[in-house]
């Protein structure tokens, strides 16, 4: 899949190839471990805690969940730029980890990684979670048709947000 409008950084339109969307690979997950740590830092300040399972998830782990799962990459020329993961449960399309270079959030880059997981499903109802304190996330997920579904508590005064999206009709 590509993607074929240009993007911009911090407001500027980019010489850059197009953001190319592609199937997401176990030999991917040296990159996508990289970008997933660069990425969820903000998310370890937000709660304070260092110890969140995309931080400290091995690469053993990753390379095994990208051989049992589905997921996209987002590259920039040869770049890696975001990657997300996700898994059909019956009619529920599961969204897992999004990442997106600190650099590029913002640039739409997260909104194309959705759109292009949602169109890849044959699910009536897409869903996936974040903190309670990820606002910027709850405003991404929220400006792409998704509806705070459940809260629950964490133990620790955070909550876990899911949200829903209608897919299809059946």
């Known amino acids: 899949m590509d993607?074929?409008?240009?993007?911009?950084?911090?407001?500027?339109?980019?010489?850059?190839s197009p953001i190319e969307i592609n199937e997401i690979s176990p030999e991917d997950a040296g990159e996508v471990l990289t970008l997933q740590r660069a990425a969820f830092v903000s998310e370890a300040i937000i709660y304070g805690s260092p110890d969140i399972p995309p931080l400290t998830q091995t690469l053993e782990e990753l390379e095994a969940e990208l051989r049992?799962?589905?997921?996209?990459?987002a590259r920039i020329g040869c770049r890696l730029v975001?990657?997300?993961?996700?898994?059909?449960?019956?009619?529920m399309l599961l969204i897992g980890r999004i990442a997106i270079a600190p650099d590029m959030q913002g640039e739409g880059i997260g909104t194309a990684l959705l759109e292009a997981a949602e169109a890849a499903s044959t699910a009536s109802v897409s869903e996936l979670f974040t903190g309670s304190l990820s606002t910027a996330n709850i405003r991404l997920y929220e400006s792409c048709g998704?509806?705070?579904?459940?809260?629950?508590?964490?133990?620790?005064?955070?909550?876990?947000?899911?949200?829903?999206?209608?897919?299809?009709?059946?």
Do not use: C
């Open 3 to 16: 993607q074929s409008e240009p993007h911009t950084v911090h407001g500027e339109p980019q010489t850059e």
């Open 68 to 73: 049992a799962g589905a997921g996209l990459t």
């Open 82 to 91: 975001g990657a997300i993961r996700y898994q059909q449960d019956g009619d």
């Open 146 to 170: 998704y509806r705070e579904s459940d809260r629950v508590a964490d133990g620790d005064g955070t909550e876990q947000v899911f949200l829903r999206k209608p897919l299809r009709h059946m």
